[in-house]
């Protein structure tokens, strides 16, 4: 038996959702709950399996990461989502963060940049058998009007500023999470709620994430 197959990863799942999410005040159901049922180890590269459920970000190819569990999870609680909700993530990467949306939303719209990036998130999403997560190959700062507005938008890089086509693309309501450069004091995570024709804008906490690299986010 290999290493990894000898792995108890129900077990190190378990513990992830009960040391690193409930001590820091991740307290929604649905969002404990499908952290609780998505395989994280499916979304990491095979020899960094073992991995997978600790307290910290890892590399998943082309420079990107797939982001420490508690980011994906606090991001999630900020949409306050019930379920049936139409979301659009920004940087599938590994597609972890689009699966834990996928438990909770009706449909997940998902944008990634590189190519083999989200042909690899797509296939494995496929393999766990999700029919809900619908991902393209482009740039998310300019959103998905496709099938806008959306009730929620999570951006999972971190952006020099508010992308106007994102706020655009949000519903009444609806709430949009992202990292954004505090020039020189790193990135905060910020919380912007759409209301009518109006937006309110809140600091969640300091974070740490790849660049946000398009029309509306950083140069190449
Ligand atoms: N949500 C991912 C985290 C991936 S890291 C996960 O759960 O694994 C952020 C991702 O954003 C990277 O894959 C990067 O390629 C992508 N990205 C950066 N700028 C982008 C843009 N303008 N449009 C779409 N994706 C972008």
């Not at 799942?13 to 929604?28: F, G, H």
């Not at 004091?185 to 937006?199: A, K, N, P, S, Y």
Request: hydrophobic share 40%; glycine share 10%.
């Amino acid at each position: 038996m290999s290493y990894s197959t000898s792995v108890d990863f129900g077990k190190l799942k378990a513990a992830m959702v009960a040391e690193q999410l409930i001590p820091r005040n991740i307290s929604d159901k649905a969002v404990l709950e499908a952290c609780r049922r998505v395989p994280r180890h499916e979304f990491v590269p095979e020899k960094l399996r073992q991995s997978a459920y600790s307290d910290y970000p890892l590399p998943i190819g082309e420079n990107q990461t797939i982001s420490q569990p508690y980011m994906v999870a606090l991001m999630t609680e900020c949409l306050k989502l019930k379920g049936g909700e139409k979301v659009l993530e920004v940087g599938t990467g590994s597609g972890y963060q689009a699966a834990i949306l996928g438990e909770i939303a009706g449909e997940v719209y998902s944008v990634e940049r590189f190519k083999d990036l989200a042909d690899n998130a797509d296939r494995v999403l496929g393999l766990l058998g999700y029919k809900n997560i619908h991902i393209k190959v482009g740039d998310g700062t300019l959103g998905w009007s496709d099938f806008a507005p959306y009730d929620g938008i999570v951006v999972t890089a971190g952006a020099p500023s508010i992308p106007e086509s994102l706020v655009k693309q949000l519903k009444d309501g609806g709430s949009l999470v992202i990292p954004v450069d505090r020039g020189g004091f790193g990135q905060v995570l910020t919380l912007v709620e759409r209301i009518g024709q109006t937006t309110r804008t809140s600091d969640i906490c300091a974070c740490t994430f790849v660049p946000l690299v398009g029309k509306e986010g950083w140069a190449e």
